[in-house]
């Protein structure tokens, strides 16, 4: 197994079984502090576990724990016996190393409508969405959305718009439009008012052979989309996906508890469409959406963790290649 200066799966287990505490917020101090008290005889080992409320980010516990020494061992957390080995998940979700299967990305027909009710009262009716959009319009884009039959899928106009590079915003907009039409699909397109008046990103042209195939909203020019891509896309039900690149870190965070988030951020990797090919004139292609979770989980005797040796953060609607297969030894 890995030493405990590398990354290896001992390594990463031990990160995720020995969180830091929830006041550590920069890692290069605390090892410092860290460093005073291993001088005077105090272990760094004895902050562990005390005030957890939350977990400092990945790498800063990654940099703690090459410090602390953990990791040298799986074998080394104690009363445990564990063998880890790097894996892949094939498409139906089951892993390539132990044979199980990872928890499903769907939600329950519960657990949908709790996210849903939590993201109306959080991110549409709470927070501070009045500080990009006015009650008067929210109550407008509201009828609308009412008056009109599902949608299968919600487009971020201007997100997409900008999707491709060299090519102007409408035409880029009008591409993805009119392929996703000929599949007979229920469209809605949320773009700003200034998207209809002519200009040389947003030929007029363009745009009304965009309102032909689809229904479009065009909210005032200080709005933000996302609250009304959201709220479109979780009252058209279960089905419908949304389509932008953008990661929703905002709204996410104005979430009230963490079951809430992990729910939202598990929507959004089974409801996000992602455009992949940059070229217009190809046929659009979108980042393939699973149907298994892609976050760290455990049955109690093993563990899945999704790994990057170099510690870069993964987007939300990105699909993990390697991961850690953890499985504790009878």
């Given at each position: 197994?890995?030493?405990?200066r590398?990354s290896g799966?001992a390594?990463a287990?031990?990160?995720?079984?020995?969180?830091?505490?929830?006041h550590?917020?920069?890692?290069?101090?605390y090892?410092r502090?860290?460093?005073?008290?291993?001088?005077?005889g105090t272990s760094p080992?004895?902050?562990?576990?005390r005030?957890?409320?939350?977990l400092?980010?990945?790498k800063?516990r990654?940099?703690?724990?090459?410090?602390?020494?953990y990791?040298?061992?799986?074998?080394?957390i104690?009363?445990?016996?564990?063998?880890?080995?790097?894996t892949?998940?094939?498409?139906s979700?089951?892993?390539?190393?132990?044979?199980?299967t990872l928890?499903?990305?769907?939600?329950s027909?519960?657990e949908y409508?709790?996210?849903?009710?939590k993201?109306?009262?959080?991110?549409?009716?709470?927070g501070?969405?009045?500080?990009?959009t006015?009650p008067?319009?929210?109550?407008?884009?509201?009828?609308?959305v009412?008056?009109?039959p599902?949608?299968?899928?919600?487009?971020d106009?201007l997100n997409?718009?900008?999707?491709y590079?060299?090519?102007?915003d409408s035409?880029?907009l009008l591409?993805?439009v009119?392929?996703?039409?000929?599949?007979?699909?229920?469209?809605?397109v949320?773009g700003?008012?200034?998207?209809?008046?002519?200009?040389?990103?947003w030929?007029?042209?363009?745009?009304?052979?965009?309102?032909?195939?689809?229904?479009?909203?065009?909210?005032d020019?200080?709005?933000?989309?996302?609250?009304?891509?959201?709220?479109a896309?979780?009252?058209?039900g279960?089905?419908?996906k949304?389509?932008?690149?953008?990661?929703?870190?905002?709204h996410?965070?104005?979430?009230?508890?963490?079951?809430?988030?992990?729910?939202?951020?598990?929507?959004?990797q089974?409801?996000?469409?992602a455009?992949?090919?940059?070229f217009?004139?190809?046929?659009?292609t979108?980042?393939?959406?699973?149907?298994?979770?892609?976050?760290?989980?455990?049955?109690?005797?093993?563990w899945?963790?999704?790994?990057?040796?170099?510690?870069?953060?993964?987007?939300?609607?990105?699909?993990?290649?390697?991961?850690?297969c953890?499985?504790?030894?009878t």
């Amino acid at each position: 197994m890995a030493d405990s200066r590398s990354s290896g799966p001992a390594f990463a287990v031990c990160c995720l079984l020995h969180p830091l505490p929830a006041h550590t917020s920069d890692a290069a101090a605390y090892v410092r502090r860290c460093r005073t008290q291993k001088s005077s005889g105090t272990s760094p080992n004895d902050h562990l576990g005390r005030g957890r409320k939350s977990l400092p980010g990945r790498k800063m516990r990654l940099q703690y724990y090459r410090y602390c020494g953990y990791g040298r061992h799986a074998n080394s957390i104690p009363g445990k016996q564990w063998k880890g080995q790097f894996t892949t998940i094939q498409e139906s979700g089951q892993c390539l190393g132990c044979g199980k299967t990872l928890e499903s990305i769907h939600l329950s027909p519960e657990e949908y409508e709790f996210l849903k009710g939590k993201i109306m009262k959080d991110v549409i009716d709470g927070g501070d969405q009045y500080r990009k959009t006015t009650p008067q319009e929210l109550k407008r884009f509201k009828e609308f959305v009412k008056s009109c039959p599902p949608f299968d899928i919600v487009i971020d106009g201007l997100n997409v718009g900008k999707s491709y590079s060299k090519v102007r915003d409408s035409r880029a907009l009008l591409h993805v439009v009119s392929q996703l039409a000929k599949q007979n699909l229920r469209l809605l397109v949320l773009g700003r008012k200034h998207m209809i008046t002519h200009h040389s990103q947003w030929r007029k042209n363009e745009m009304q052979m965009i309102q032909q195939q689809a229904r479009c909203f065009f909210a005032d020019n200080i709005s933000e989309d996302d609250p009304f891509l959201l709220y479109a896309t979780l009252n058209s039900g279960n089905h419908c996906k949304f389509i932008t690149n953008d990661l929703m870190r905002d709204h996410k965070a104005c979430l009230s508890d963490a079951k809430t988030q992990l729910l939202f951020f598990k929507w959004q990797q089974g409801h996000q469409l992602a455009i992949t090919n940059r070229f217009l004139g190809s046929k659009i292609t979108f980042q393939r959406t699973l149907s298994y979770d892609t976050v760290v989980q455990t049955t109690g005797d093993s563990w899945h963790i999704p790994y990057d040796e170099d510690l870069v953060k993964r987007c939300s609607y990105e699909v993990p290649t390697k991961w850690l297969c953890l499985q504790q030894h009878t």
